[in-house]
């Protein structure tokens, strides 16, 4: 590292205002980042990485001000720097990426404009130049037919353009110091190693300094030169990228790479050497033996959605949808079975028809065609409105992606968990309910002091238990997990998966995992079906697809997630 | 029709404050309180709703004078000591005839709303959540009532049916209906595909269940707020509907007509008799208007930590 | 674009049936006998039958509905018996009068609004934001015949500032050749520039009393969505790409703001041309809303009927024009067509 | 000339109606008259169906009768109203009655009509007929003298013109000077008039008479603008060359517009407004006790407690008279209680003054206590409401309640024509003052709309039929005696006060002359 760092950060302390008074977000951290230099902020959700950086930049909203310490930026103290000076620098010498590309971009201003704006903004073009420096600017950041996209919005674009053009709009100026927030996350991994290795590639030929704040330490260790840890607003360890894996100092970071899934590792091994997880058992296949008839047997399945009505207006005014189109096949035609009491993998890229595929098992929506054979019965043949009152409802269940979108907000989590039993159980009684509640909580390490609890006052790991626990509620046959973990921090994950995989072995469940992380797949399924655009392109054991994949989709996935050393 | 504008709000996504992990519980009441302390307006507004009430509720025990008892003598007196708002044509005490006024007033607002809640809020819910032909319906319906210039439409609806309260509050009620039903659809549409309905339905719930337990408890603040709008919209409504002659009868006190009545006298600088009127009708449509975003604030659990 | 247009014309369809057939129906359950109304005083019971036979009104009501549906077709509106002329003509003759107050208090409204609205968003929680909110919610807390009866009795009676309610001109101006029948811009194309400033004066209470009332939901409104695009990312990005405050407040966020404005707008301007039924009563302006009150109270079937039909399809025309605006400024809504 | 811009405006606005030279001299502001009013004609044909009450004011001033009223100074000053015997030529040069009393003959003046032909007997032929044919409110007010059919009227020469009598009736020369029988241009009106022999729809929008005034246009709803006719030979030609009337709803406005002195007269403001201007002294207001007019509360006598006589007389002895007077017409009219002995004249105060313990006993004594509901016009609501209230509160203390419905004026006539409403406040003044008149109208069998009471009652209708054609004035007397006797102690309305029919003008306004339409007679008025 050069002896004067580019950025300075000496003590810095960040405080929030709440009702409960001020609330520190960061304590007193120190941070250098040298000319040139690649350094990653790790941590997970609550760690003041975010604060961090806006602190820099100085975009903290009303609530916040830094309390102490100071930020050094090539000399300046951007601390005390007034306004002006600060609206000079931004974008010009210190530039943001962040995350939900789409989001990020004025949804009804032209790209090009956007990128003009800034240009015009710090003086590096003129009225008459602007246009042809935007365009060079969308070349730059390997964009096809720039000209084209000059004049597209963000929402004709797909989040990896988006994210590329939010890029150019970052370099536009030749900044010095570059400061990505989750640049990827929300991408799917092929368009995130694309992304990240244009970053690399763009701020290394400029010789600029780069932060890349991130929850992931894979993509932290695969993409820089040093790695800063922070918890709970703190700094725990800085460490080069690459000895942090290899003797990570501070047990937090300890932790945080154990949790972190890579190959060779069983799901036992992501917990810390403290808490003793379920037996690791080799992760041989338990499907049941070839014969038996497999617990659902799914028949080309066909999903067709008419083009968006209006209805889906709001949502696409949101980023939430994609760009409609005609008519078209979600999920064309699949089959595959379920076996009693394995794991089946489901992956692909967003968009693929994985979680229609689900949803259409679940039987919350209808298929177009095809058959869902659900221990003997055609299940496929109940409409979904009157499913709710089959028998088969309650041994088909779900675990939502959002823990805290699945939880009704006037609920409380024992009222959550009960749900289930009131609708479909024999058991009746205020008190046998209760008892079921605990129990099923103690089943899912949820504190029973915490039932009473709103959604609102839990936290995303607590949340994610009780919504596991209303679907185990009536021992269903079958659990789909719709990216049961997404939403969760790495440590987080790291429970809540051996916890899956410990109620599985002892309710002799059978799971269908949706996700779109393969390192954690490998870890749960004992199959994996890996789908693409509504198709299957390859489906087999784990060991199989994922270790000696045979179609070309499977590989570019493989190679695009990141590869912490092992 | 200020509330008109509620229905299109959510068009941009909010973004979340700071999450801290597990959040301490806040009671609804010390919530208030802090929404209370951080915005005085809201404070007033409150306190306004209390006054308003008692009124009502107490109003023609308390009054000074008998709010009918007419003394031609006495017609026409400036505000005094004896009485605060002065006298009308007839000599009849106008502080008495406010005061008394408050009842009649306040349960046109609040009945108007309750019943276009359980039509329109009913309706809009259905319409979002079941979508297809009901949404159509309760569309074509809602954009009907909406195609009618409103006001002239409650005309129409009073001069029809013949003036009287319940006449009123039945005409409020159908022009607020759009507004309700389109907030409602809304608001039903967003959350139907949320992941809590779709546990429940996974809970076995049915769809009307779904409806009852899950999308409606969810909604209700949003109405609240609605409510709080419309009820000042409602009393403005009655008082205009009065002023063009199609009010509740004489002698009964109501604020509109009492302002109908004045307006003749004002130029002739007897300005107190539609003055005060007119100015408790302002306060109390005033106070629930602000009630609305206190209420708004209240129940926005973005601002609960 | 076009087909949007078309398709949103066709949505618009059964609810214009639907106000037509309300209409009828409720003018015809409007009590009083308007036969005997119009015989005039002292009129005998055959005097009476005679007219009503005269009006078509001892015909059955579906026969009475055919012929209007069928008169309207012709775009015939049928004849007012209170100003003794045909719906059309009086219709004609007073919706630019109408028009032209509302647009005025609108305009005014906007002119204060947007920006009160767009303030309060940006110092949200100051003093500015409070005193917006109350100020705001005053104006519409008042009924707006209080209103003008105050600015009358104030402006006029104490200070003398405007000149006598009595109409869109003063008695002694006489009127533009008609052009668009917007005497504001009649009297500039007749370069009249002492009939415009008559005009102009009578406009300015009327106006002013609607823009007091139409403030709050256009404040509210802004703010509401000001403060949504404010909090969203792509303002963050801007801002931290170090763009002026004027270019991301003005640029950036204003204009996403814009879009549900521009509805509540729409509404806000509808509503009024409704409501202004008050106003005209009250400023002797001789437009739409004060006739249909007139029809109403001598239960004057024709122009009722004519006023809610015209009305109803301004309504839909207006709501196509904030369609149109609403895809000039957002492009996703043009790929929604 | 016609010019290029008013043509542009009538076509699009309502119809305008433009005659001679309407813009090329415009009067000076000091020849030119404002006078604000509620509202304004509805058509300009007072004979046709549905005419409004202002479209009188239209006849008076646009067209000719063959007789007029003869001025007659107001007893308290500041102007002229009128006398029913008196009368003088207008169309008619002079006149002659034969001398069996059943004819009268016109000579007509020399008189041109605004298209420039002259006045011809036939001319009032066709007016004639036309108003005892066209139905409606024309023909009923025709027929109220005796002028029923064509075959009265006869062309004798071009100048002569002769009435038949069916009947002797003392009203027939008087209802010949109300604003109905007004000659037209026949031969204009029948060119213009397609195949409608009575050109209803071309008249309801033209003028086509020799009248004092022309309209020089007319916006339905807004204002109407005379322009003088200086070839009008009928009279003394009127001073002031212009007239505009601005058509103002709300009457504060009104009153305001007068204080301030931008309007030079307006009717109908409310009594309050008119006793506040007259004692402020800024402006003239001149009151005449409205002939043949009076407030009364009409007392069902077939349905409804008031079928009990006792009953109706407690509510003439409980009504607050002085009360109502003070409060509702802050003193604009003359009280009707406390009268003594009958005279020869309506309205006359009966013998009933307030008087609570009297109504009383007549409630118990009737078995009370009752309730009922009062019904009034909306459109008078201005006096009316106030009154409703305080006879409510005083009914009140005798046990009678009541519950006020405001009646919107579209459905008033409805109400009334039930016959069913136990108890109505209305307003009715007869054009031709008699008492028989009034009484023909509001108590006689034949039961017309305005018998609110539906008071049947074999012998008044007899003494009413008697004194209306009476051969000589002693037995006219004696008769109107008999039934103002009957009607004191059956009250089947109870008389409150007699309204004054108020104008306001700025002092500079002069020559007022009251006139039974109660609409503004342009034609003596004078400014400076």
Redesign the interface.
């Known amino acids: 590292m050069t002896a004067q760092p580019l950025l300075d950060i000496r003590n810095l302390t960040v405080e929030f205002a709440t009702r409960r008074g001020a609330v520190q977000a960061v304590k007193s951290i120190d941070i250098q980042v040298g000319k040139g230099e690649t350094v990653a902020i790790v941590g997970e959700s609550g760690s003041g990485k975010s604060v961090t950086s806006y602190a820099v930049v100085r975009i903290l909203d009303r609530a916040g001000k830094v309390a102490e310490g100071s930020i050094s930026f090539s000399g300046i103290d951007l601390v005390t720097a007034d306004e002006a000076q600060m609206r000079d620098l931004r974008g010009r010498e210190i530039s943001m990426i962040f995350q939900n590309p789409r989001a990020a971009l004025n949804p009804i201003r032209k790209v090009g404009k956007q990128i003009e704006d800034v240009l015009l903004q710090h003086v590096q073009a003129t009225g008459a130049t602007a246009r042809e420096k935007a365009i060079e600017a969308l070349t730059k950041v390997k964009i096809a037919r720039p000209e084209e996209r000059y004049d597209a919005y963000p929402f004709e674009l797909s989040g990896g353009m988006c994210q590329r053009v939010v890029i150019a709009l970052a370099l536009a100026c030749q900044p010095q110091l570059l400061i990505a927030d989750e640049p990827t996350t929300g991408l799917d991994v092929t368009t995130q190693k694309a992304v990240m290795d244009l970053i690399v590639e763009l701020t290394r030929e400029r010789g600029m300094s780069t932060i890349l704040i991130t929850h992931d330490l894979g993509l932290a260790a695969a993409y820089c030169d040093r790695v800063v840890v922070m918890e709970k607003g703190r700094v725990v360890e800085t460490a080069d990228a690459a000895d942090i894996f290899r003797n990570p100092q501070h047990p937090y970071t300890r932790k945080l790479m154990q949790a972190t899934p890579r190959i060779g590792m069983s799901l036992a091994d992501l917990l810390p050497e403290a808490s003793s997880g379920p037996p690791a058992q080799a992760r041989a296949p338990q499907a049941a033996p070839a014969g038996t008839e497999p617990l659902m047997r799914v028949e080309n399945l066909v999903k067709e959605y008419p083009r968006p009505a209006t209805g889906a207006f709001f949502a696409k005014l949101m980023g939430k949808a994609e760009p409609s189109s005609p008519p078209f096949r979600a999920v064309d035609g699949i089959s595959f079975d379920v076996a009693r009491g394995e794991t089946l993998g489901l992956v692909g890229e967003s968009g693929c028809g994985k979680s229609t595929t689900s949803m259409m098992i679940t039987r919350l929506i209808d298929p177009s065609g095809g058959r869902i054979v659900f221990d003997g019965t055609d299940i496929g043949a109940i409409p979904a409105k009157q499913f709710a009152a089959s028998p088969q409802r309650r041994r088909i269940q779900m675990v939502f992606q959002d823990p805290t979108d699945s939880l009704n907000p006037r609920f409380t989590a024992e009222r959550a968990i009960a749900d289930p039993i009131m609708r479909m159980s024999t058991l009746n009684g205020r008190d046998a309910l209760r008892a079921r509640c605990e129990e099923l909580a103690r089943l899912v390490g949820l504190p029973v002091e915490l039932i009473d609890r709103f959604p609102h006052q839990l936290s995303g790991g607590q949340k994610a238990r009780v919504g596991i626990a209303r679907a185990i509620a009536l021992d269903p046959d079958l659990v789909i997990l719709d990216e049961p973990t997404a939403a969760l921090d790495v440590s987080v994950q790291a429970v809540v998966l051996n916890l899956l995989e410990e109620l599985k072995l002892r309710l002799g469940m059978s799971y269908l995992f949706v996700s779109h992380d393969l390192n954690v797949v490998r870890l749960l399924c004992d199959r994996v079906i890996v789908m693409r655009s509504g198709a299957i392109v390859e489906q087999g054991t784990a060991e199989e697809v994922l270790g000696s994949p045979k179609a070309e989709y499977t590989k570019e996935l493989l190679t695009a997630i990141p590869h912490p050393p092992a | 029709m200020n509330d008109m504008s509620q229905a299109k709000t959510p068009e941009v996504e909010p973004v979340p404050a700071l999450r801290f992990e597990a959040p301490p519980s806040t009671s609804l009441w010390s919530h208030a309180r802090h929404v209370v302390s951080e915005n005085p307006v809201t404070g007033l507004a409150f306190a306004l709703f209390a006054l308003i009430l008692l009124a009502a509720i107490f109003g023609p025990a308390i009054v000074p004078y008998d709010p009918l008892a007419s003394d031609t003598a006495a017609a026409l007196q400036a505000p005094s000591a004896k009485h605060w708002f002065g006298t009308d044509q007839l000599g009849r005490d106008i502080f008495s005839r406010v005061i008394a006024a408050t009842r009649l007033d306040f349960s046109i607002a609040v009945f108007s709303v309750a019943l276009v809640f359980v039509l329109g809020g009913l309706a809009g819910v259905m319409a979002g959540f079941f979508g297809g032909w009901v949404d159509k319906v309760v569309g074509r319906i809602a954009d009907t009532i909406m195609a009618f210039p409103l006001f002239v439409l409650a005309m129409g609806i009073v001069a029809a049916l013949g003036n009287s309260v319940t006449n009123i509050i039945l005409a409020t009620a159908i022009i607020n209906f759009p507004l309700y039903a389109r907030v409602a659809r809304a608001e039903a549409n967003v959350r139907r595909d949320a992941g809590f309905v779709q546990a429940a339905r996974l809970s076995g719930n049915s769809d009307w269940r779904l409806l009852l337990t899950q999308i409606l408890p969810n909604i209700m603040p949003i109405m609240a707020v609605q409510m709080s709008l419309t009820m000042g919209y409602a009393i403005l409504n009655a008082a205009g509907l009065s002023f063009i002659g199609l009010g509740v009868r004489p002698p009964t006190p109501e604020w509109g007509i009492m302002v109908a009545e004045g307006a003749s006298f004002i130029v002739s600088g007897e300005w107190w008799i539609a003055f005060f009127p007119g100015l408790a009708l302002m306060v109390a449509v005033f106070c629930f208007n602000l009630l609305g975003d206190g209420v708004r604030d209240l129940v926005d659990p973005q601002r609960r930590n | 674009m076009l087909r949007m247009i078309g398709a949103r014309l066709l949505?618009?369809v059964?609810?214009?049936i639907?106000?037509i057939i309300?209409?009828f129906l409720?003018?015809r359950?409007?009590?009083?006998?308007?036969a005997?109304?119009?015989?005039?005083?002292?009129?005998?019971p055959q005097?009476?039958a005679?007219?009503r036979n005269?009006l078509g009104l001892d015909r059955p009501l579906p026969q009475q509905f055919v012929s209007y549906v069928t008169a309207l077709v012709k775009g015939d509106l049928g004849q007012s018996?209170?100003?003794?002329?045909s719906v059309i003509?009086?219709i004609?003759?007073?919706l630019p009068a109408s028009a032209e107050l509302t647009l005025v208090g609108l305009l005014l409204a906007m002119a204060v609004a947007l920006p009160l609205g767009v303030l309060a968003a940006v110092k949200?929680?100051s003093w500015v934001d409070?005193l917006c909110?109350?100020v705001a919610?005053?104006g519409?807390?008042?009924?707006?015949?209080?209103t003008g009866?105050?600015l009358?009795?104030v402006f006029?009676?104490i200070l003398?500032w405007s000149p006598?309610?009595?109409?869109r001109l003063d008695?002694?101006a006489s009127?533009?050749?008609?052009i668009t029948?917007l005497l504001l811009i009649d009297t500039l194309v007749a370069r009249d520039f002492e009939t415009f400033r008559s005009a102009f004066a009578q406009l300015i209470l009327p106006a002013l009393t609607l823009a007091i009332?139409?403030l709050?939901?256009?404040t509210?409104?802004t703010r509401?969505?000001m403060l949504?695009?404010l909090?969203?990312?792509?303002v963050?990005?801007?801002?931290?790409?170090?763009?002026?405050n004027t270019?991301v407040i003005g640029?950036?966020a204003f204009?996403?703001a814009m879009?549900?404005v521009v509805?509540?707008l729409g509404?806000?301007f509808?509503?009024l041309?409704?409501?202004n039924?008050?106003v005209e009563?009250?400023?002797?302006w001789?437009g739409i809303?004060?006739?249909?009150?007139?029809a109403?109270?001598?239960?004057?079937y024709a122009p009722?009927q004519g006023?809610?039909l015209i009305?109803?399809i301004m309504?839909?025309a207006l709501n196509l024009l904030i369609d149109v605006l609403y895809g000039v400024?957002?492009?996703?809504?043009r790929?929604?067509g | 000339m016609i010019t290029r811009r008013s043509v542009v405006a009538a076509g699009l606005s309502a119809p305008l109606v433009i005659q001679g030279t309407a813009r090329a001299q415009a009067p000076s502001r000091s020849e030119t008259l404002l006078l604000v009013q509620e509202y304004g004609p509805n058509s300009l044909d007072m004979q046709g169906i549905g005419a409004s009450q202002p479209v009188n004011g239209v006849a008076l001033n646009c067209y000719d009768r063959l007789l007029r009223f003869k001025p007659v100074p107001i007893p308290g000053g500041g102007g002229n109203t009128i006398a029913m015997g008196e009368l003088e030529g207008e169309l008619a040069e002079s006149w002659q009655l034969a001398s069996d009393g059943m004819s009268c003959t016109f000579k007509l003046r020399d008189a041109t009509f605004h298209s420039g032909r002259k006045v011809t007997a036939k001319d009032v032929k066709w007016s004639l007929d036309r108003a005892v044919s066209i139905g409606g409110f024309a023909t009923t007010q025709m027929n109220a003298g005796s002028l029923e059919k064509p075959e009265q009227f006869v062309v004798v020469d071009d100048k002569t013109f002769r009435v038949d009598f069916i009947r002797k009736d003392k009203m027939t020369l008087p209802n010949l000077a109300v604003t109905i029988p007004f000659i037209f241009d026949s031969e204009l009106a029948i060119k213009n008039g397609g195949d409608d022999p009575w050109a209803k729809e071309y008249l309801k929008n033209n003028i086509a008479g020799s009248g004092a005034y022309k309209v020089e246009s007319w916006k339905p709803g807004v204002e109407t603008i005379y322009v003088r006719n200086d070839a009008w030979t009928c009279g003394k030609l009127p001073q002031l060359r212009r007239i505009i009337a601005r058509d103002i709803a709300s009457p504060s406005t009104r009153r305001a517009l007068m204080e301030r002195g931008d309007a030079d007269v307006s009717y109908g403001l409310p009594p309050k407004d008119f006793k506040d201007l007259l004692d402020a002294g800024k402006v003239n207001v001149v009151g005449v006790p409205i002939p043949n007019g009076v407030w009364g509360c009409y007392l069902n006598t077939q349905v409804g407690p008031f079928k009990d006589v006792r009953l109706r007389q407690a509510v003439a002895w409980v009504m607050p008279y002085e009360k109502i007077l003070q409060a509702s017409l802050f003193g604009r009219g003359v009280d009707m209680s406390g009268g003594t002995t009958p005279k020869v004249a309506w309205p006359q105060p009966f013998p009933y003054k307030t008087d609570t313990a009297k109504a009383k006993a007549l409630v118990d004594a009737a078995g009370g206590p009752f309730s009922t509901t009062l019904y009034f016009d909306a459109g008078n609501a201005t006096v009316a409401e106030p009154m409703a209230v305080l006879m409510k509160e005083a009914l009140a203390t005798i046990g009678i309640t009541v519950e006020i419905n405001k009646v919107p004026g579209a459905n008033f006539r409805t109400e009334i024509a039930k016959k069913t409403n136990p108890m109505v406040l209305n307003r009715f003044a007869g054009w031709l003052d008699y008492p028989d008149y009034y009484l023909f109208w509001t108590m006689h069998g034949n039961n017309s709309i305005f018998n609110i009471a539906a008071y049947q009652n074999p012998a008044l209708d007899k003494l009413v039929d008697a004194a209306r054609f009476a051969p000589d004035k002693a037995s006219y007397d004696a008769n109107v005696i008999d039934f103002i006797k009957l009607v004191n102690n059956e009250v089947p309305m109870v008389p409150i006060n007699q309204p004054t029919h108020d104008v306001a003008m700025q002092k500079s306004i002069g020559g007022y002359q009251f006139q039974p339409c109660r609409e503004p007679d342009f034609r003596y008025l004078t400014k400076g």
Do not use: C, W
Request: net charge positive.
């Open positions: 949505t618009t059964p609810s214009v639907g106000v309300v209409t409720l003018t359950v409007l009590p009083g006998d308007t005997a109304y119009f015989a005039g005083p002292a009129a005998t005097a009476i005679e007219i005269k018996l209170t100003t003794g002329q003509s009086d004609s003759a007073r949200q929680g409070h909110r109350i919610t005053a519409v807390s008042l009924p707006v015949f209080f009866l105050l009358v009795y006029y009676f003398g006598a309610p009595l109409g008695v002694f009127e533009p050749p008609r029948g009332f139409s709050a939901p256009i509210r409104m509401a969505s949504a695009v909090g969203a990312d792509f963050r990005t801007a801002r931290a790409s170090g763009l002026s270019k640029t950036y204009r996403n879009l549900p509805t509540t509404m806000v509808s509503f041309l409704g409501a039924v008050l009563k009250v400023f002797a001789p809303g004060s006739y249909a009150v007139e109403l109270i001598a239960s004057d009722i006023f809610v009305m109803a309504y839909v400024i957002d492009p996703r809504v790929l929604e």
